[in-house]
Each structure stands twice: as structure tokens, then as C-alpha cells.
């Protein structure tokens, strides 16, 4: 090839094509454009340019070079011509250079798959000659091109294949084509001349069978075929047997479709528009005035979708558009508008109408029209006229007409009388009119609903009356009125715009139902909340003042002043700030001598007896109700109780009894266990104590009686003594600790909030213990209790708690020796003594409590009072704690003794087996204090060890 570098144009042709054809490596040769080749092989060109081969081969040229070296070639235009019984491997896939491929000749082997070059744009055209009829794939071209390459095939057998939605223009013509043509082709232009296709022509083609228009010119036509442009040509051919090859069949399918695009441009789309744009004219069909323009770059859908430029389009609110290829033209809206009416005429059941923006024909719009609320059949329609076919019968009275294209709507008054014409127009078409927005035609006068009720109503056409919807109001339902809730509830204006309610000073609400009244400190200093009811803060427990600001203050312990006054000690919670301090006892004022945040002292005037105490500071008054109790004036001779019940001797520098061999108890009054009253002795089992683990009671008895004692619940008392709170405490006790002679239990009996702590300890020997100040002796085989409340939370800091204990007593057996009925003395139940007493009496037996009148509030002695209620054998002990925070501590002890009025029976069945003598000291801690005794569901069992003979004979005392 080195040898024709200066040649533009070459050409070697010969009838064996047997040249074998060599190409310099490397070379590049831009010189040579055009080349024509008869080889019997395919040499690779890279390097080389041309405008235009033609190639011929042999039969000895090998298949594979074309796959090869086809890539390679780089041409404008290219011919191939294979021998007649050549059969080649498809191979145009592999090009990226040719736009205009003309295989002349030569049968492809059949193809094993499809072949997708539609992203190879560089193809214009492709002219595909001579292919054998096995060139399908599935029964479709096996290759896509890109929607801008057009095909040409010749000697393709076969029925015609589906479009494969690829490619604009296929040339068809003079192949030995069969069957029928499938609708997909409507988008291409198609010429299928002289094949052997039968059935109907699709009418996308039909309908422009009479169009003189000749190919488009955007259209690239293949070399080397005789092509011919009318439609109706490229259909023709005697071997062809469509059954509507015929040009006058009336073309009854094309249905366009405008719509604006902007001043200059509208779209064509719609069924059978065509595959010309110039087929389209705008107004006027005269040439050179009205033909549609095409958009530069604007896609082109052919049969589909045209853009169509005019300057005509310019204000134009509707234009007729001309369609030269079929002969058929529609006025179409380019502007959404309701219909018109210039006149209605009705010919017995047929009305006519005239007027603009109806359907342009049957089916281009959804268009509806009723005649006194019946539809009217449309039979014909275009855009300035209709007809229906009515079965409204004919009479002298208006009736309404209501057209409805799409979403426009337009009604009319017409009278429908035979060849009654009704063609009076009203002013402005009623617009604005204040006698209604409907005209009658009949008479030109405005009626029906004033601006057809704002569209928030129902209009009532005959009456001329609107019906407005919920919330409007006004004659033309023009007015927006939401009525507010409960009216404001006569507290507020109403806005019937938005029905919300704008509420007077100090109510709210969405009805302004709330008093709503704003504290001086809306946050009440974040320690409460405002009571919008009333303005004022409800301040949290611990708070108080007109804006929380203060802490509220309560007493925990009190030291008093004997009965002559003097220096008075309140201990508790009282904050920093002391304004206007006062502390009153009683009725009587005891002057601050010192404040601070635990502690406040006063001098106490002269009294006697148990009194409240007010104490007020920060415009907050406290009162500790029975809290202060006046201590006696020390004296030389004090009085025992009961005079020692003559069994024993009064030391009257302490009023306690020493009482004589043979009885004890607080005033002498019972006898030691196993005595007689004329003090012989007698022999006695061991006492036993039972404490039931599930409900904490302490079991006391013999063979002839039983006594019971238990904590039976803890109170929250309000100023009022009302009960706020009350926690039983009968049950759920767990043993937290256990040794040889102390029982521990526990219980959280609000959740956890605060705990009660109750421990059982077994007195083995004698021992003196002391309490608040107080000292005392804990005799053997009596039963301490120690309870302990922790954390208690109460309600108000006004209030207080109340520990309540129960004893009863039950007969087990008759005892016709001691026989007597249950007693109960409380002569020396006396709260301002140190030391009080209750004896509860059955059969001469005599169960005896002792009450220290104290209680350690927040580790701090204090006075505590006792109360009882006796109900027929039981009896209720209340103890009234103060406001304990931290801890509370009380301490009563329970004796079980025989009367000195008690007689043994001679029966030797009759020995008494006693259970233990219980005392009982309760500490409350955080609250108020609590004993019983729970573990899972068995009992424990105390044994108390003790002679089985005991002689009283020393002198003993009971303190």
C-alpha cells in the first residue's frame, strides 16, 4: 500500500477477486480517500482514513479476518460484496468509524444472539443486501441501532418482526417478506414495497395514503436502493395483499391532541398524526403562511409527537390546526376556558348549540352536558358547536343547562320549545352581576346564585338562592364563619375567620373556660406550681410563702421548761430566714431569745400541763399539736401508784413501788408466777413466747388463758387528727437477722419509701437499761421490742404519725377459781408522768404495758402521749409521735403476771404453763416505729430457761 501514498483515488477490480491485498505496518496515509478492492482477504487499515471503499472478496477469504480487522477500518462510507454462497459472521458491531454500511451482497450465518449497537451512533444509515432468509433472531432483526440509524434490507425472507423500538427510517422494499404488519412500526417511517404482506395496513399509514408529501428531510436515505417517498407508494407492489390498500377509505382514526408550549410553539401528539411535520398547517392552509416550523433540538417522536413553531401562536387563546395528509382539520383551545353559549335551538328532541370552547371532536375532551339534570347524548360537537339528543320534554319553562369539557364548567337558562331559539345574551355573560352569575338566554337577564355561591355552597338555580356549606355564611356563601367553641364561654371574642377564641385577661382555654390567673412568680421559685384558679403558688411540701420562696418549718423534738417557765428549746427545720418570728404555747407568747436553721429558743412562761405550739415566721404558720408538756417542779415526796395495793412499800423519793416477797408489777398489784395469794408456791413449766413470722404477733398464754399482742399499723395524722395515710402492718415482715436471743424483721410497707425496722430481743437475766433519759429495769424472761422507721415521706409538714398496738386476750379453758371478766386499768395511764401504765386483766391473769413518755425524734428526746380504745378483749394503744424526719424512738414494755386476787386450783391437772413476759421498745426512724414478726409461713419458737421450781422469797421490785 506504501506504493500508492500519493493516489486520492484507487481502484483494483477483478472477477476472481483472488488479490491478496498487503497493508505497510504502520503506515498512515491521509492522501488516499477513496478505494476499491476486489481481495481475497480483509488486510487490517489501521492508520488510514478514507471517505469511501468498496470491497469485493473471494471465496477463500477467511471469516475470522473480518472480525478481526473490520474494527479497524476507517471510512465514511463503506460497500461489501461477499460471494453469493459466502456465508459471513455478522459483524457490525465491531465498527465505530463508518456512518454510511452498505452490505450489497452476501448471506450472514444465522444468528445465535442479539446484537445491541445502539450506543454505535456513528451509523447514519445501513443497507443490508441479500442476507438469506435465516437472518433472524427470535423472529426479530437480531441487531438494535440507535434511534437516529435508518436500515434498508433486501432478499429478507420471513414474516416482518416486531419493531424493536430502534432506529427511525427501514426500508423493506423487494424482499420476500410474509405476514402482517405489526402496530409497532407506527412510530418509523416505513416502506415494505413489493414483498408478500397481507392483512389491514395500520392506520397510522392508511390515513395519508392521499398525501403527495415526500420523505423528510431529516430523514438520511440509503445509497444504491430506488426508494420511493409518497406513503401510498411504499405499500404498492402486486405481491402485497393488504386488504385496505385503497386511497378513498376515509381515514376515521386521527385524533390530535394541541397543547401550548409557550408564545411561539405548540405540541402535536395524539392517534395517526402522521410521520410529517409539514403535513400541518396553523390557521390558514394557504402555502407558505400557516406550515408548522420545526424546533432545533427539539425530539422528534414520528407518528407520535411533533413540535409545531408559529408566530401565529402569539396571544392566541385557540387556533384551527390543518392536517394536509389526510384532509382534516380541528379548532383546538390553547387556554383552559369555559364554554360559551351564543344561541340553543331544540328541534323536537334534538338540541343544537353555538357558542367556543367545546370539545373540538367527539372524545378530545371529557365533556358532559345536562338539560334539567339529564344528559343530553352528544352526537356531534366541535369547538363553537354541539349536538344532543335529549329526552327532556318540551315545554314553555326555563331550564338549566350545564355543560361541563373537563375541568371548565358553564351554565345557561334556555327555554326548550320546538324550534324555540334561544340567542339573548346577557351583560358581561353576568359576571359580577348582583342578580346571579347564570344567564338565561331566553330572555337575557341574569338569575340563578350571586358568584355561584363562592364555591362554598349549593346553589338552588330556580330560587336563585345559595345553600352554603358549614362555616359560610352571606347570600353568595362569601363569608368565612366558624363558630368558636361553648362561645367563648362569655369570656372572650370570637374570630369566625379561624374559629379560635381570643380570651379576656386571665381566663384560657380553647374555649375560655379556665380561670386563669397568674402568680407573682410563675415558676414559684421551681419548689412549686402556680394555682392559675386563684394565682396563688401551691408550693411542694417543705416550701412556702406567696412565691415558694421560703422553707416551711416543723418541730422534731422539744426541750421544755418546768412548770415554772423558763429557757424552752425547739429542735427541727426552720431556714434561714426568721421574719417576724413568734412562737407561742398554748395561748401564751414564749419571746425568741435565739433562731437558726435547727434550732429555736424562747423563755417559756409559768404553766402546767400538755399544750400546742405555734410557731409562725415568713407569714407561714406551724402548730405542733400536744407537743409541749410543762416538766414537774422537782419534790421532795413523791406518791406511788396505788398505794403499792398494800403488797408492797412506797419509796416517795422516786413514787416507786418495793413491792413485798411474792408480788411485783408497777403498783404490787400482780403476783410472781406461780404464787398463790397466801404466797405458798407452787411448781411451773418454762414459759414459752410463739411469734408468727406473717403476721408479727407475740403469743402469751397458759393452759387457761391467751394474750396477744401486735403492731397493728402505722398513721399520717393531719392537724385535724384525720388519718391522710395509713399503712397496716399485720403482715409482710422479713427476718433480715437472727441470734440465740434477738430477732430482727423488716418490711418497706409503701414501696420502698420508707422502711420499718422491728427487733425482738429475749431478756435471759435482769438488767437496767436507759431510754430518753430515762432508766429502767428489763426483768428476766421479759420480751424487748425495738422499732425503727426510716425515711418516712409524709404529705404535709403539718402532720404527724400514730403507731397503734393491739392486745387481746382469749379463754382456753374454764376456770371456775378465777374466773372474772376482762378489765382494763388505765389510772396510771398518765402522759405527764415519765412513765406510764395500762393493765388489761382476765381471770386474775394480768397482762401489764409500760409506756416511757418519750420518743428520740431525729436522735433527740421529746414528749410523746399514749391514748387507748378498749373493745369488749382487746384494747387499742395509740401512740402520738411528732414529726419525726429522721429517726423517731419509742419504748413500751408488755409483763404477763397473776393477780394478787389469783387462786390455784387443787386439781393436779391443773398446772400452768406460761408463755414469756414481753416488753417492747419501738424506734421510728424517718417515721414512726412498728414490730412484728414474719418469715416465710413457719412459726419461731422462744424458750426461756428457768428452774422447774422457783421459791420466791427475797423482797422485790418493780421499776
Same mark, same amino acid.
Given at each position: 500500500?506504501?506504493?500508492?501514498?500519493?493516489?486520492?483515488?484507487?481502484?483494483?477490480?477483478?472477477?476472481?477477486?483472488?488479490?491478496?491485498?498487503?497493508?505497510?505496518?504502520?503506515?498512515?496515509?491521509?492522501?488516499? =480517500?477513496?478505494?476499491?478492492?476486489?481481495?481475497?482477504?480483509?488486510?487490517?487499515?489501521?492508520?488510514?482514513?478514507?471517505?469511501?471503499?468498496?470491497?469485493?472478496?473471494?471465496?477463500?477469504?477467511?471469516?475470522?479476518?473480518?472480525?478481526?480487522?473490520?474494527?479497524?477500518?476507517?471510512?465514511?462510507?463503506?460497500?461489501?460484496?461477499?460471494?453469493?454462497?459466502?456465508?459471513?459472521?455478522?459483524?457490525?458491531?465491531?465498527?465505530?468509524?463508518?456512518?454510511?454500511?452498505?452490505?450489497?451482497?452476501?448471506?450472514?450465518?444465522?444468528?445465535?444472539?442479539?446484537?445491541?449497537?445502539?450506543?454505535?451512533?456513528?451509523?447514519?444509515?445501513?443497507?443490508?443486501?441479500?442476507?438469506?432468509?435465516?437472518?433472524?433472531?427470535?423472529?426479530?432483526?437480531?441487531?438494535?441501532?440507535?434511534?437516529?440509524?435508518?436500515?434498508?434490507?433486501?432478499?429478507?425472507?420471513?414474516?416482518?418482526?416486531?419493531?424493536?423500538?430502534?432506529?427511525?427510517?427501514?426500508?423493506?422494499?423487494? /424482499?420476500?417478506?410474509?405476514?402482517?404488519?405489526?402496530?409497532?412500526?407506527?412510530?418509523?417511517?416505513?416502506?415494505?414495497?413489493?414483498?408478500?404482506?397481507?392483512?389491514?395496513?395500520?392506520?397510522?399509514?392508511?390515513?395519508?395514503?392521499?398525501?403527495?408529501?415526500?420523505?423528510?428531510?431529516?430523514?438520511?436515505?440509503?445509497?444504491?436502493?430506488?426508494?420511493?417517498?409518497?406513503?401510498?407508494?411504499?405499500?404498492?407492489?402486486?405481491?402485497?395483499?393488504?386488504?385496505?390498500?385503497?386511497?378513498?377509505?376515509?381515514?376515521?382514526?386521527?385524533?390530535?391532541?394541541?397543547?401550548?408550549?409557550?408564545?411561539?410553539?405548540?405540541?402535536?401528539?395524539?392517534?395517526?398524526?402522521?410521520?410529517?411535520?409539514?403535513?400541518?398547517?396553523? /390557521?390558514?392552509?394557504?402555502?407558505?403562511?400557516?406550515?408548522?416550523?420545526?424546533?432545533?433540538?427539539?425530539?422528534?417522536?414520528?407518528?407520535?409527537?411533533?413540535?409545531?413553531?408559529?408566530?401565529?401562536?402569539?396571544?392566541?387563546?385557540?387556533?384551527?390546526?390543518?392536517?394536509?395528509?389526510?384532509?382534516?382539520?380541528?379548532?383546538?383551545?390553547?387556554?383552559?376556558?369555559?364554554?360559551?353559549?351564543?344561541?340553543?335551538?331544540?328541534?323536537?328532541?334534538?338540541?343544537?348549540?353555538?357558542?367556543?370552547?367545546?370539545?373540538?371532536?367527539?372524545?378530545?375532551?371529557?365533556?358532559?352536558?345536562?338539560?334539567?339534570?339529564?344528559?343530553?347524548?352528544?352526537?356531534?360537537?366541535?369547538?363553537?358547536?354541539?349536538?344532543?339528543?335529549?329526552?327532556?320534554?318540551?315545554?314553555?319553562?326555563?331550564?338549566?343547562?350545564?355543560?361541563?369539557?373537563?375541568?371548565?364548567?358553564?351554565?345557561?337558562?334556555?327555554?326548550?320549545?320546538?324550534?324555540?331559539?334561544?340567542? =339573548?345574551?346577557?351583560?358581561?355573560?353576568?359576571?359580577?352581576?348582583?342578580?346571579?352569575?347564570?344567564?338565561?338566554?331566553?330572555?337575557?337577564?341574569?338569575?340563578?346564585?350571586?358568584?355561584?355561591?363562592?364555591?362554598?355552597?349549593?346553589?338552588?338555580?330556580?330560587?336563585?338562592?345559595?345553600?352554603?356549606?358549614?362555616?359560610?355564611?352571606?347570600?353568595?356563601?362569601?363569608?368565612?364563619?366558624?363558630?368558636?367553641?361553648?362561645?367563648?364561654?362569655?369570656?372572650?371574642?370570637?374570630?369566625?375567620?379561624?374559629?379560635?377564641?381570643?380570651?379576656?385577661?386571665?381566663?384560657?382555654?380553647?374555649?375560655?373556660?379556665?380561670?386563669?390567673?397568674?402568680?407573682?412568680?410563675?415558676?414559684?421559685?421551681?419548689?412549686?406550681?402556680?394555682?392559675?384558679?386563684?394565682?396563688?403558688?401551691?408550693? /411542694?411540701?417543705?416550701?412556702?410563702?406567696?412565691?415558694?420562696?421560703?422553707?416551711?418549718?416543723?418541730?422534731?423534738?422539744?426541750?421544755?421548761?418546768?412548770?415554772?417557765?423558763?429557757?424552752?428549746?425547739?429542735?427541727?427545720?426552720?431556714?434561714?430566714?426568721?421574719?417576724?418570728?413568734?412562737?407561742?404555747?398554748?395561748?401564751?407568747?414564749?419571746?425568741?431569745?435565739?433562731?437558726?436553721?435547727?434550732?429555736?429558743?424562747?423563755?417559756?412562761?409559768?404553766?402546767?400541763?400538755?399544750?400546742?405550739?405555734?410557731?409562725?415566721?415568713?407569714?407561714?404558720?406551724?402548730?405542733?399539736?400536744?407537743?409541749?408538756?410543762?416538766?414537774?417542779?422537782?419534790?421532795?415526796?413523791?406518791?406511788?401508784?396505788?398505794?403499792?395495793?398494800?403488797?408492797?412499800?412506797?419509796?416517795?423519793?422516786?413514787?416507786?413501788?418495793?413491792?413485798?416477797?411474792?408480788?411485783?408489777?408497777?403498783?404490787?398489784?400482780?403476783?410472781?408466777?406461780?404464787?398463790?395469794?397466801?404466797?405458798?408456791?407452787?411448781?411451773?413449766?418454762?414459759?414459752?413466747?410463739?411469734?408468727?413470722?406473717?403476721?408479727?404477733?407475740?403469743?402469751?398464754?397458759?393452759?387457761?388463758?391467751?394474750?396477744?399482742?401486735?403492731?397493728?399499723?402505722?398513721?399520717?395524722?393531719?392537724?385535724?387528727?384525720?388519718?391522710?395515710?395509713?399503712?397496716?402492718?399485720?403482715?409482710?415482715?422479713?427476718?433480715?437477722?437472727?441470734?440465740?436471743?434477738?430477732?430482727?424483721?423488716?418490711?418497706?410497707?409503701?414501696?420502698?419509701?420508707?422502711?420499718?425496722?422491728?427487733?425482738?430481743?429475749?431478756?435471759?437475766?435482769?438488767?437496767?437499761?436507759?431510754?430518753?433519759?430515762?432508766?429502767?429495769?428489763?426483768?428476766?424472761?421479759?420480751?424487748?421490742?425495738?422499732?425503727?422507721?426510716?425515711?418516712?415521706?409524709?404529705?404535709?409538714?403539718?402532720?404527724?404519725?400514730?403507731?397503734?398496738?393491739?392486745?387481746?386476750?382469749?379463754?382456753?379453758?374454764?376456770?371456775?377459781?378465777?374466773?372474772?371478766?376482762?378489765?382494763?386499768?388505765?389510772?396510771?395511764?398518765?402522759?405527764?408522768?415519765?412513765?406510764?401504765?395500762?393493765?388489761?386483766?382476765?381471770?386474775?391473769?394480768?397482762?401489764?404495758?409500760?409506756?416511757?413518755?418519750?420518743?428520740?425524734?431525729?436522735?433527740?428526746?421529746?414528749?410523746?402521749?399514749?391514748?387507748?380504745?378498749?373493745?369488749?378483749?382487746?384494747?387499742?394503744?395509740?401512740?402520738?409521735?411528732?414529726?419525726?424526719?429522721?429517726?423517731?424512738?419509742?419504748?413500751?414494755?408488755?409483763?404477763?403476771?397473776?393477780?394478787?386476787?389469783?387462786?390455784?386450783?387443787?386439781?393436779?391437772?391443773?398446772?400452768?404453763?406460761?408463755?414469756?413476759?414481753?416488753?417492747?421498745?419501738?424506734?421510728?426512724?424517718?417515721?414512726?416505729?412498728?414490730?412484728?414478726?414474719?418469715?416465710?409461713?413457719?412459726?419461731?419458737?422462744?424458750?426461756?430457761?428457768?428452774?422447774?421450781?422457783?421459791?420466791?422469797?427475797?423482797?422485790?421490785?418493780?421499776?
Amino acid at each position: 500500500m506504501s506504493y500508492v501514498e500519493n493516489v486520492k483515488n484507487f481502484k483494483h477490480q477483478s472477477l476472481s477477486a483472488n488479490t491478496i491485498v498487503e497493508v505497510d505496518s504502520g503506515a498512515e496515509n491521509k492522501n488516499l =480517500k477513496h478505494l476499491t478492492l476486489s481481495m481475497s482477504n480483509f488486510p487490517d487499515f489501521r492508520g488510514y482514513q478514507f471517505d469511501s471503499v468498496t470491497f469485493t472478496f473471494s471465496n477463500t477469504l477467511n471469516p475470522s479476518e473480518v472480525i478481526t480487522n473490520f474494527q479497524y477500518l476507517n471510512a465514511s462510507s463503506a460497500q461489501f460484496t461477499f460471494p453469493s454462497n459466502y456465508q459471513v459472521p455478522f459483524y457490525l458491531h465491531l465498527n465505530s468509524y463508518i456512518n454510511f454500511m452498505n452490505h450489497y451482497n452476501g448471506k450472514f450465518q444465522t444468528p445465535t444472539q442479539f446484537y445491541d449497537i445502539s450506543n454505535l451512533v456513528n451509523y447514519q444509515s445501513i443497507s443490508m443486501g441479500f442476507v438469506s432468509e435465516d437472518f433472524l433472531y427470535q423472529n426479530k432483526i437480531p441487531f438494535k441501532v440507535s434511534p437516529t440509524t435508518n436500515l434498508a434490507f433486501s432478499y429478507l425472507s420471513g414474516n416482518l418482526p416486531e419493531y424493536n423500538g430502534q432506529g427511525s427510517e427501514y426500508i423493506y422494499d423487494n /424482499n420476500q417478506l410474509t405476514g402482517t404488519i405489526p402496530e409497532s412500526w407506527c412510530g418509523t417511517v416505513l416502506s415494505v414495497a413489493n414483498n408478500q404482506l397481507s392483512g389491514t395496513i395500520p392506520s397510522c399509514f392508511s390515513c395519508y395514503f392521499n398525501s403527495t408529501a415526500s420523505m423528510p428531510s431529516s430523514i438520511s436515505q440509503p445509497t444504491n436502493f430506488l426508494f420511493i417517498t409518497t406513503m401510498y407508494d411504499r405499500f404498492a407492489g402486486s405481491t402485497n395483499k393488504f386488504t385496505n390498500y385503497d386511497k378513498n377509505i376515509p381515514c376515521t382514526t386521527y385524533k390530535p391532541q394541541v397543547k401550548y408550549h409557550n408564545q411561539t410553539t405548540i405540541i402535536i401528539s395524539g392517534i395517526d398524526i402522521g410521520h410529517q411535520l409539514n403535513h400541518y398547517y396553523v /390557521n390558514t392552509a394557504i402555502l407558505g403562511k400557516g406550515l408548522c416550523k420545526s424546533v432545533p433540538q427539539a425530539i422528534i417522536r414520528y407518528g407520535y409527537e411533533y413540535y409545531c413553531n408559529q408566530d401565529s401562536f402569539l396571544n392566541s387563546t385557540s387556533i384551527i390546526l390543518y392536517n394536509m395528509g389526510n384532509n382534516l382539520h380541528y379548532t383546538f383551545s390553547l387556554v383552559s376556558n369555559p364554554p360559551t353559549f351564543t344561541s340553543i335551538i331544540t328541534t323536537e328532541n334534538k338540541v343544537y348549540a353555538i357558542g367556543t370552547f367545546f370539545s373540538s371532536y367527539l372524545g378530545q375532551s371529557e365533556q358532559t352536558i345536562k338539560i334539567a339534570g339529564t344528559n343530553c347524548q352528544v352526537t356531534n360537537t366541535g369547538f363553537t358547536n354541539f349536538t344532543c339528543i335529549t329526552s327532556v320534554t318540551l315545554s314553555s319553562e326555563k331550564q338549566l343547562v350545564v355543560i361541563k369539557n373537563d375541568n371548565q364548567t358553564k351554565k345557561v337558562f334556555a327555554v326548550f320549545e320546538n324550534n324555540r331559539l334561544n340567542n =339573548k345574551q346577557c351583560p358581561n355573560d353576568c359576571v359580577g352581576s348582583q342578580f346571579g352569575d347564570i344567564c338565561d338566554l331566553s330572555t337575557g337577564t341574569c338569575v340563578g346564585c350571586p358568584n355561584d355561591c363562592s364555591g362554598h355552597g349549593t346553589c338552588n338555580e330556580l330560587e336563585g338562592k345559595c345553600e352554603c356549606n358549614p362555616n359560610y355564611i352571606n347570600f353568595d356563601c362569601s363569608e368565612l364563619y366558624i363558630v368558636c367553641p361553648n362561645d367563648c364561654s362569655s369570656h372572650g371574642n370570637c374570630d369566625t375567620n379561624t374559629g379560635k377564641c381570643s380570651c379576656n385577661t386571665n381566663y384560657t382555654q380553647d374555649d375560655c373556660s379556665e380561670l386563669y390567673i397568674e402568680c407573682k412568680d410563675p415558676t414559684c421559685s421551681s419548689q412549686g406550681h402556680c394555682d392559675t384558679s386563684n394565682g396563688i403558688c401551691d408550693c /411542694n411540701n417543705g416550701f412556702g410563702g406567696d412565691k415558694c420562696e421560703f422553707s416551711q418549718h416543723y418541730i422534731t423534738s422539744v426541750n421544755p421548761s418546768n412548770e415554772n417557765g423558763g429557757e424552752t428549746s425547739f429542735y427541727g427545720s426552720f431556714g434561714e430566714q426568721h421574719n417576724q418570728l413568734s412562737v407561742i404555747i398554748g395561748s401564751k407568747t414564749c419571746p425568741v431569745t435565739h433562731s437558726s436553721n435547727e434550732l429555736i429558743n424562747c423563755t417559756a412562761p409559768p404553766g402546767k400541763g400538755i399544750h400546742s405550739v405555734n410557731i409562725t415566721q415568713n407569714n407561714i404558720v406551724y402548730i405542733g399539736k400536744d407537743i409541749y408538756i410543762y416538766s414537774k417542779v422537782p419534790q421532795n415526796i413523791f406518791e406511788c401508784p396505788k398505794n403499792c395495793s398494800s403488797h408492797g412499800k412506797c419509796n416517795t423519793s422516786n413514787g416507786k413501788c418495793e413491792c413485798y416477797l411474792g408480788y411485783t408489777s408497777f403498783d404490787c398489784g400482780s403476783m410472781l408466777g406461780g404464787g398463790n395469794k397466801d404466797n405458798s408456791t407452787t411448781t411451773t413449766e418454762p414459759p414459752t413466747s410463739n411469734v408468727d413470722n406473717s403476721t408479727g404477733i407475740v403469743d402469751f398464754q397458759n393452759e387457761r388463758i391467751n394474750f396477744k399482742i401486735f403492731l397493728k399499723s402505722l398513721n399520717e395524722i393531719d392537724i385535724n387528727n384525720n388519718i391522710v395515710k395509713s399503712y397496716p402492718l399485720v403482715s409482710d415482715w422479713t427476718v433480715i437477722k437472727t441470734q440465740s436471743n434477738i430477732y430482727t424483721f423488716e418490711q418497706s410497707p409503701n414501696q420502698d419509701e420508707f422502711k420499718v425496722i422491728s427487733t425482738i430481743e429475749q431478756i435471759e437475766n435482769d438488767k437496767s437499761v436507759s431510754f430518753a433519759g430515762i432508766d429502767f429495769l428489763l426483768t428476766n424472761n421479759s420480751i424487748k421490742f425495738t422499732v425503727l422507721i426510716k425515711n418516712y415521706k409524709y404529705q404535709s409538714f403539718l402532720n404527724t404519725l400514730q403507731l397503734e398496738m393491739e392486745s387481746n386476750t382469749t379463754e382456753l379453758t374454764n376456770d371456775d377459781c378465777n374466773s372474772k371478766e376482762t378489765q382494763l386499768d388505765t389510772e396510771n395511764l398518765k402522759n405527764q408522768y415519765d412513765l406510764s401504765y395500762i393493765k388489761l386483766s382476765k381471770n386474775n391473769i394480768d397482762f401489764v404495758g409500760r409506756f416511757i413518755n418519750k420518743v428520740v425524734s431525729d436522735s433527740k428526746p421529746t414528749f410523746l402521749t399514749t391514748s387507748y380504745t378498749k373493745l369488749n378483749d382487746s384494747v387499742t394503744i395509740t401512740l402520738h409521735l411528732p414529726h419525726c424526719v429522721n429517726e423517731c424512738l419509742i419504748d413500751p414494755d408488755f409483763s404477763a403476771l397473776l393477780s394478787s386476787n389469783f387462786s390455784e386450783c387443787k386439781s393436779p391437772k391443773q398446772n400452768i404453763k406460761w408463755k414469756i413476759v414481753v416488753g417492747v421498745v419501738v424506734g421510728v426512724v424517718g417515721v414512726a416505729c412498728i414490730c412484728a414478726f414474719l418469715y416465710r409461713k413457719h412459726l419461731f419458737r422462744l424458750k426461756i430457761k428457768a428452774t422447774k421450781e422457783i421459791v420466791m422469797k427475797k423482797f422485790t421490785k418493780y421499776i
